[in-house]
Structure formats: structure tokens, C-alpha cells
């Protein structure tokens, strides 16, 4: 293996940088060659590609973001288009490719990988959708973000008597919203994974009330329902005034955690010790504190497991 190329994929979460800094110095530590690919496969079919050294990835470590770039590629989705980016890598010199992302990204991987390109894929999203891995880079910096949101809106509610609805991001997944609204002391958590009754939310923002409880937060995982009719409705049956606010592509920015650089780096790293056995079609997770690979076919199948307990403990919690 002498060179490596590296991409990000689908939306960025922070930590990607974290990881694109520990592939290219490991890659670099071993005299192999790296060479960045902007925006993601939309990039690799224009080859927008160029030759990193050490200096590429300084002062990276803790920016949000990703320096790379990212995009969604419509050509790289068909046979003809993923044929044509084999040959662009090839004709590159790049015998081997590092892919951050999520499932869509990590299904590219795995095409290139069948059409003779070493491919290893990294979870990178803040949606922590991918079920093979305990941790995705950049979800604890989301629940940072979101849990820090809840706090603020917290204050204001309970100085205002108020409920909050607050859409969080997570796509299909309820992990964000059920984490942070752990961490954040949500009242309610709205997740796809559970069906939610109106009227069980209802019932708890009244009992609050009768207890002294002045705020009442509400956690609604993007796609499972409309926060202003939810909250209208919430309104009209409580008569308590109930708000949405919606926290959007903030929860995609920000330095990463600790958590995430270490996750970024560890994985970054690894996946360049991989290549360099010549290794493909894998992808690498945390599980129990510790780094794995599964084969891509695996990572991109394994249904994402909710945590009930978390999810019962929240609700118990916040009676
Ligand atoms: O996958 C990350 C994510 O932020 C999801 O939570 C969200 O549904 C989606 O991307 C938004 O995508 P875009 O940035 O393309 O609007």
C-alpha cells in the first residue's frame, strides 16, 4: 500500500478533522502517501484531489467542520459512475480509500471496494444511526450541544411558565433526542422508535404543574411529527403556552468533545493500519470500549438498537 486517499461523506458531524489528522499523520509516520478528496464522491468524480503532508492537517484537532468538504453525489450513485470513480482512484495512484461518514457514504465504500479499490469505512455522524457501533464521531458533541440547549431554554421556560417543544436532528434515529433529553432533564422524549400519545404528555405537563413545576421540555426527534401542531395542541388541552424551537444545523457545528476527538483519532489512525495489511470492505466501530471492524455489508445492516432502558429512565426521572 503506498497511497492512501481520504473522503467525507453525506452530512459532516464534528470530529471528522480530528480523524482526517490521525489517518494523514499515521499515513505520513509510514512512509505512505495521502491525498484528500473534496467533497465527498461528488469531489472524487471531478478529481478534486490533492497530495496532504504534515502541515495539511495542522491546527485541525479542534475545528468543527471538516476540511475536506462534503456533498451528496447523484452520478456516484449508479454502476457507470461508481466504475468511473474507480478509475479515477487508479488513475490517481490510490490504491486505498478511507471513507468518513454514514451508511449512504459507507455504501460507496463498499462498491468501490468490489471494484478492486481497498476500501475502509469510519462512522462519522451525529445521528448515531449505525447499529454495529456503540458511538458514531460527532454524536457526543450533538448531545453537548442539544443538552446545552435544553439548559437555556430551561431558564427561559421556567421564568415564563412555559412549555418547549425542541426538534432535535437524528434522521430515523431517536438517540439524540433521547440522550440529550436524558442529559438535559427533558420531561418528555418524542423518538421514532416509540409510538407517543398526546395525551401521556398531557398528563405530565398537568401533574408538573400541580406539583410547583414551572417549565416543561419536550424532546421531538426530527420526523416523527409536526412541533407546532404538537405544540398547539399540547397548548389547547394543557392551557399552558407551549413554544417550539427548532435547533437545526447548529447541532451539526462546534468544536468536538473530548470524546469525539479521541474517537476521530483512534479510528483515523487505525483505519490506516488497515490499508496498510492491505485489508478492504471494512468498517470500524467501538463497542465496549474498544475498537472493532465488521465486514461494510455488516455495518451498513445491523439495525440500530434502541436503549429502553435509557428511555424508561428518563421518563421515570422526570415525573
Ligand atoms: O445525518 C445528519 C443529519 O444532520 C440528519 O440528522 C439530518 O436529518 C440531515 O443530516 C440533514 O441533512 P442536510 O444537512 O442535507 O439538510
Given at each position: 500500500?503506498?497511497?492512501?486517499?481520504?473522503?467525507?461523506?453525506?452530512?459532516?458531524?464534528?470530529?471528522?478533522?480530528?480523524?482526517?489528522?490521525?489517518?494523514?499523520?499515521?499515513?505520513?509516520?509510514?512512509?505512505?502517501?495521502?491525498?484528500?478528496?473534496?467533497?465527498?464522491?461528488?469531489?472524487?468524480?471531478?478529481?478534486?484531489?490533492?497530495?496532504?503532508?504534515?502541515?495539511?492537517?495542522?491546527?485541525?484537532?479542534?475545528?468543527?467542520?471538516?476540511?475536506?468538504?462534503?456533498?451528496?453525489?447523484?452520478?456516484?450513485?449508479?454502476?457507470?459512475?461508481?466504475?468511473?470513480?474507480?478509475?479515477?482512484?487508479?488513475?490517481?495512484?490510490?490504491?486505498?480509500?478511507?471513507?468518513?461518514?454514514?451508511?449512504?457514504?459507507?455504501?460507496?465504500?463498499?462498491?468501490?471496494?468490489?471494484?478492486?479499490?481497498?476500501?475502509?469505512?469510519?462512522?462519522?455522524?451525529?445521528?448515531?444511526?449505525?447499529?454495529?457501533?456503540?458511538?458514531?464521531?460527532?454524536?457526543?458533541?450533538?448531545?453537548?450541544?442539544?443538552?446545552d440547549a435544553i439548559g437555556k431554554l430551561r431558564d427561559t421556560s421556567s421564568?415564563?411558565?412555559?412549555?418547549?417543544?425542541?426538534?432535535?436532528?437524528?434522521?430515523?434515529?431517536?438517540?439524540?433526542?433521547?440522550?440529550?433529553?436524558?442529559?438535559?432533564?427533558?420531561?418528555?422524549?418524542?423518538?421514532?422508535?416509540?409510538?407517543?400519545?398526546?395525551?401521556?404528555?398531557?398528563?405530565?405537563?398537568?401533574?408538573?404543574?400541580?406539583?410547583?413545576?414551572?417549565?416543561?421540555?419536550?424532546?421531538?426527534?426530527?420526523?416523527?411529527?409536526?412541533?407546532?401542531?404538537?405544540?398547539?395542541?399540547?397548548?389547547?388541552?394543557?392551557?399552558?403556552?407551549?413554544?417550539?424551537?427548532?435547533?437545526?444545523?447548529?447541532?451539526?457545528?462546534?468544536?468536538?468533545?473530548?470524546?469525539?476527538?479521541?474517537?476521530?483519532?483512534?479510528?483515523?489512525?487505525?483505519?490506516?493500519?488497515?490499508?496498510?495489511?492491505?485489508?478492504?470492505?471494512?468498517?470500524?466501530?467501538?463497542?465496549?470500549?474498544?475498537?472493532?471492524?465488521?465486514?461494510?455489508?455488516?455495518?451498513?445492516?445491523?439495525?440500530?438498537?434502541?436503549?429502553?432502558?435509557?428511555?424508561?429512565?428518563?421518563?421515570?426521572?422526570?415525573?
Amino acid at each position: 500500500m503506498n497511497t492512501i486517499g481520504i473522503l467525507t461523506s453525506g452530512g459532516d458531524a464534528p470530529g471528522m478533522n480530528s480523524t482526517i489528522r490521525a489517518a494523514v499523520r499515521t499515513a505520513l509516520n509510514n512512509g505512505m502517501r495521502i491525498k484528500g478528496i473534496r467533497n465527498g464522491y461528488d469531489g472524487l468524480m471531478k478529481g478534486d484531489i490533492y497530495e496532504m503532508n504534515v502541515s495539511s492537517v495542522a491546527d485541525i484537532i479542534h475545528k468543527g467542520g471538516t476540511i475536506l468538504g462534503t456533498a451528496r453525489s447523484t452520478e456516484f450513485t449508479n454502476e457507470e459512475g461508481k466504475k468511473r470513480g474507480a478509475q479515477i482512484l487508479s488513475d490517481y495512484g490510490i490504491e486505498g480509500l478511507i471513507v468518513i461518514g454514514g451508511d449512504g457514504s459507507f455504501k460507496g465504500a463498499k462498491a468501490l471496494s468490489d471494484l478492486g479499490i481497498k476500501t475502509i469505512g469510519i462512522p462519522g455522524t451525529i445521528d448515531n444511526d449505525m447499529g454495529y457501533t456503540d458511538f458514531t464521531i460527532g454524536f457526543f458533541t450533538a448531545m453537548e450541544t442539544v443538552s446545552d440547549a435544553i439548559g437555556k431554554l430551561r431558564d427561559t421556560s421556567s421564568s415564563h411558565g412555559r412549555a418547549v417543544v425542541i426538534e432535535v436532528m437524528g434522521r430515523h434515529c431517536g438517540d439524540l433526542g433521547l440522550y440529550s433529553g436524558l442529559a438535559g432533564g427533558a420531561e418528555s422524549i418524542i423518538v421514532p422508535e416509540h409510538e407517543f400519545s398526546i395525551e401521556d404528555i398531557v398528563e405530565k405537563m398537568e401533574h408538573g404543574r400541580k406539583r410547583g413545576k414551572l417549565h416543561h421540555l419536550i424532546t421531538l426527534a426530527e420526523g416523527v411529527g409536526d412541533p407546532y401542531s404538537i405544540a398547539k395542541e399540547l397548548e389547547e388541552k394543557t392551557g399552558i403556552e407551549t413554544k417550539v424551537t427548532i435547533l437545526g444545523h447548529v447541532q451539526r457545528g462546534g468544536s468536538p468533545s473530548v470524546v469525539d476527538r479521541l474517537l476521530g483519532s483512534t479510528m483515523g489512525a487505525h483505519a490506516v493500519e488497515l490499508l496498510s495489511e492491505e485489508k478492504t470492505n471494512l468498517a470500524i466501530g467501538y463497542v465496549n470500549g474498544k475498537l472493532i471492524e465488521v465486514s461494510i455489508d455488516e455495518a451498513v445492516n445491523t439495525k440500530s438498537q434502541f436503549d429502553e432502558h435509557l428511555y424508561e429512565l428518563a421518563n421515570n426521572l422526570s415525573k
